[in-house]
């Protein structure tokens, strides 16, 4: 599980470095340099449940949101027959700079209960 951590640990950071540019930065950079901040303290074993907990819960309501919202992923799926996400982003768009920021929290989703499933039955905390 170090190796897990670290190698997200520098990955939740350089997203985080590349949402300079993004629309919302104040927004996305927080959020990886928290996931970040949680898989680096994991990787010197020191597993914080609440912290894990809390991402996840912000994860998951925040993902709901994109997923619904007018311009979300279900429009992106459904109006706009799953337009590639890899072409530049365009304010007349907005679909798919959602449809990427869900998939980013879904990683982070993901990787946050691999640790919570893992570390918390390995270090028994509550």
């Not at 994860?59 to 979300?72: E, N, R, S, T, V």
């Amino acid at each position: 599980m170090k190796a897990f951590n670290i190698l997200f640990g520098l990955i939740f950071f350089l997203f985080g470095i590349l949402q300079y540019n993004d629309p919302d930065p104040y927004l996305w950079i927080p959020i990886y340099a928290f996931a970040s901040i949680i898989c680096i303290f994991n990787s010197r074993e020191k597993f914080n449940l609440t912290s894990h907990l809390l991402l996840i819960g912000f994860c998951i309501i925040y993902a709901i949101i994109l997923l619904i919202a007018k311009d979300g992923v279900i429009s992106w799926a459904n109006d706009h027959d799953k337009e590639s996400l890899v072409q530049s982003m365009k304010a007349s768009k907005p679909w798919i700079e959602q449809t990427r920021e869900f998939g980013g929290l879904i990683i982070i989703l993901l990787v946050s209960i691999v640790n919570v499933v893992v570390l918390h039955k390995k270090t028994g905390t509550k």
